[in-house]
């Protein structure tokens, strides 16, 4: 049931989703003195899909918001080495020690959130679990004014807002709500089998790749890896028909005999999950009294695995925006995401086509990462020329 404090109160935000582009969204506005109001369908602690793997933009966001500590305080396994496999040719990257960073971390998302959620509510942020999105409310004029809530008894509730905020997914129901077009599509998307693995060595994150396949290792917490192995679409039945548990040691055997040898002596802990993979997306993400962050509004296929960077960098973008000017510095909070999104979306899309070779894996790579170092050192926002201002 309903549990708000204050049911005839106007927020300054209402936000769908208490995931990472939720909370961190929650947590930045109300450090900054806002009256936030975080809703979810699902219950808190809940665990979800994710590649887990956290690299340096995401882990210098979560130290500069003070979050990193509790990150390497959960278990989750101190990563100091990334190694890329490209066929035969070894690539060890070894994490140089530098503002105040010295390893990277891939915790289980049950363990991320809930340090973001904690961190919300020390805020201020009011959070609502089992409570699910309805229907936005609009003004005579037709900007959005509120939301429509419903908790699992079936109660309703209708609460206004300043702004309210889509961070419910790549599906997003705020999204269909405000007819949110989507601005750029993808053409491929992976399909994976992971699973989750105790008793292996920490080495690091294992990116393993061949021609029509990507595979690899993440260490996360509790001392397990999550182990996967991607394919497009297409292939999926002729690498995994026998079985995802037979297809996954095939996959991995080709790159990593030994890896395989032991996934296939230890075993998955709880089975294997299966994704058949989603189309990429750019939406356009803001509009009168409403704005969309993470996935809503932006995914990636899974290939690259930045989508918790790209959250937690919508987060401060948009955060920076509403603090800056309201509801009328959005459009900036879009133009600084879409400075980068078109690049580092075409680049993820074609490493999702497996349209390369090794060669060119190796240069989508270096592309990638010299775009999310231009993207890291940018500003949280920009500022339109006076034509554009909503």
């Given at each position: 049931m309903f549990r708000l404090s204050r049911t005839n109160y106007k927020y300054d935000a209402i936000i769908v989703g208490a995931r990472c582009a939720g909370a961190a969204t929650a947590m930045l506005l109300a450090r900054a003195g806002a009256r936030v109001l975080m809703v979810d369908r699902g219950a808190r602690g809940?665990?979800?899909?994710?590649?887990?793997?956290?690299?340096?933009?995401?882990?210098?966001?979560?130290?500069?918001?003070?979050?990193?500590?509790?990150?390497?305080?959960?278990?989750?396994?101190?990563?100091?080495r990334t190694t890329f496999h490209y066929g035969d040719?070894?690539?060890?990257?070894?994490?140089?020690?530098?503002?105040?960073?010295?390893?990277?971390?891939?915790?289980?998302?049950?363990?991320?959130?809930?340090?973001?959620?904690?961190?919300?509510?020390?805020?201020?942020?009011?959070v609502q679990f089992g409570t699910s999105f309805e229907a936005v409310k609009r003004d005579a004029g037709g900007r959005v004014t509120g939301a429509h809530l419903?908790?699992?008894?079936?109660?309703?509730?209708?609460?206004?807002?300043?702004?309210?905020?889509?961070?419910?997914?790549?599906?997003?129901?705020?999204?269909?709500?405000?007819?949110?077009?989507?601005?750029?599509?993808?053409?491929?998307?992976?399909?994976?089998?992971?699973?989750?693995?105790?008793?292996l060595e920490n080495k690091g994150y294992q990116w393993h790749y061949r021609p029509g396949t990507f595979s690899g290792a993440i260490p996360t917490n509790d001392g397990l890896h999550c182990v996967f192995a991607s394919v497009p679409p297409a292939s999926y039945r002729r690498q995994?028909?026998?079985?995802?548990?037979?297809?996954?040691?095939?996959?991995?055997?080709?790159?990593?005999?030994?890896?395989?040898?032991?996934?296939?002596?230890?075993?998955?802990?709880?089975?294997?999950?299966?994704?058949p993979g989603v189309s990429g997306h750019i939406r356009q993400s803001n509009g009168p009294g409403w704005?969309?962050?993470?996935?809503?509004?932006?995914?990636?296929?899974?290939?690259?695995?930045?989508?918790?960077?790209?959250?937690?960098?919508?987060?401060?973008?948009?955060?920076?925006?509403?603090?800056?000017?309201?509801?009328?510095?959005?459009?900036?909070?879009?133009?600084?995401?879409?400075?980068f999104a078109q690049r580092l979306f075409g680049i993820t899309d074609t490493l999702a086509s497996f349209d390369w070779d090794l060669e060119e894996a190796k240069s989508l790579h270096l592309?990638?990462?010299?775009?999310l170092k231009a993207e890291l050192a940018a500003p949280p926002a920009v500022d339109l020329p006076a034509q554009h201002a909503a």
């Amino acid at each position: 049931m309903f549990r708000l404090s204050r049911t005839n109160y106007k927020y300054d935000a209402i936000i769908v989703g208490a995931r990472c582009a939720g909370a961190a969204t929650a947590m930045l506005l109300a450090r900054a003195g806002a009256r936030v109001l975080m809703v979810d369908r699902g219950a808190r602690g809940s665990d979800m899909m994710s590649t887990h793997a956290l690299m340096r933009p995401a882990i210098i966001q979560l130290y500069r918001w003070g979050l990193l500590p509790a990150v390497a305080a959960s278990g989750a396994a101190p990563v100091r080495r990334t190694t890329f496999h490209y066929g035969d040719e070894v690539i060890p990257i070894d994490m140089k020690p530098r503002d105040g960073i010295d390893a990277l971390y891939a915790p289980r998302r049950r363990v991320i959130d809930g340090i973001l959620v904690t961190a919300a509510i020390e805020a201020g942020a009011e959070v609502q679990f089992g409570t699910s999105f309805e229907a936005v409310k609009r003004d005579a004029g037709g900007r959005v004014t509120g939301a429509h809530l419903s908790d699992r008894s079936g109660r309703s509730l209708t609460l206004k807002c300043d702004v309210l905020i889509g961070a419910d997914g790549v599906r997003s129901s705020v999204a269909d709500q405000v007819d949110a077009p989507v601005l750029v599509r993808s053409d491929h998307r992976t399909a994976v089998v992971y699973g989750y693995f105790a008793g292996l060595e920490n080495k690091g994150y294992q990116w393993h790749y061949r021609p029509g396949t990507f595979s690899g290792a993440i260490p996360t917490n509790d001392g397990l890896h999550c182990v996967f192995a991607s394919v497009p679409p297409a292939s999926y039945r002729r690498q995994f028909g026998e079985g995802p548990f037979n297809g996954l040691i095939r996959v991995i055997g080709r790159t990593d005999p030994e890896l395989a040898r032991r996934l296939y002596e230890v075993g998955p802990q709880d089975g294997l999950h299966r994704f058949p993979g989603v189309s990429g997306h750019i939406r356009q993400s803001n509009g009168p009294g409403w704005a969309l962050v993470g996935d809503a509004g932006y995914f990636k296929d899974p290939i690259t695995a930045h989508g918790i960077s790209d959250a937690f960098l919508d987060a401060e973008r948009l955060a920076t925006a509403l603090q800056r000017d309201g509801g009328n510095a959005l459009p900036s909070y879009q133009a600084a995401r879409d400075h980068f999104a078109q690049r580092l979306f075409g680049i993820t899309d074609t490493l999702a086509s497996f349209d390369w070779d090794l060669e060119e894996a190796k240069s989508l790579h270096l592309a990638l990462n010299n775009c999310l170092k231009a993207e890291l050192a940018a500003p949280p926002a920009v500022d339109l020329p006076a034509q554009h201002a909503a």
